[in-house]
């Protein structure tokens, strides 16, 4: 059984865990900011309960902590999202982006999923195509996906 657990709600355990994967080589070289000092990650944590475009979740299976999935910019029609695998666990990927499907488009009920993702994220790119996204523009360093919520339907004129 999968649970999602807010960063609003973590204790110091977790906390200090998420910090160490966010810094870990694996997950950093992927991440816009290479790397934060922990004073600076609980400014992050204490800086979500005030904000409502952003939500953070740690993922647990079956009492498992598998990873984090993330929603930022979030509006009514759409939001951007990321996520991680706890560092040396394979196989999970799918199992976070089921998560953030789910909680975009039964939750948020948001009609546009976003993403921006560097080239070389190689992981990355093969799990978003496998869900059908599509990359609608790309930059030096990026592909910017979207994915269009399947149960909402664009009236045509």
Known sequence: ????????ELNSQEIKLIFKWRNHPDMSQFMKTKHIDFEEHLRFLKNLHQ???KKYFLVFQDEQIIGVIDFVNITT????FGLYA????KGVGQILMNEI??????ILKIKTLKAC????NEKALKL???NNFIITKEDGDFFYIVLDNPNCKTLLS
């Open 128 to 130: 978003y195509k496998n």
């Open 51 to 53: 904000d409502s475009s």
């Open 77 to 80: 029609k759409s939001c951007e």
């Open 86 to 89: 706890k560092p040396n666990l």
């Open 101 to 106: 499907k789910k909680y975009a488009f039964e």
């Open 1 to 8: 059984m999968i649970k999602l657990k807010n960063f609003t």
């Open 117 to 120: 993702v560097f080239k070389d």
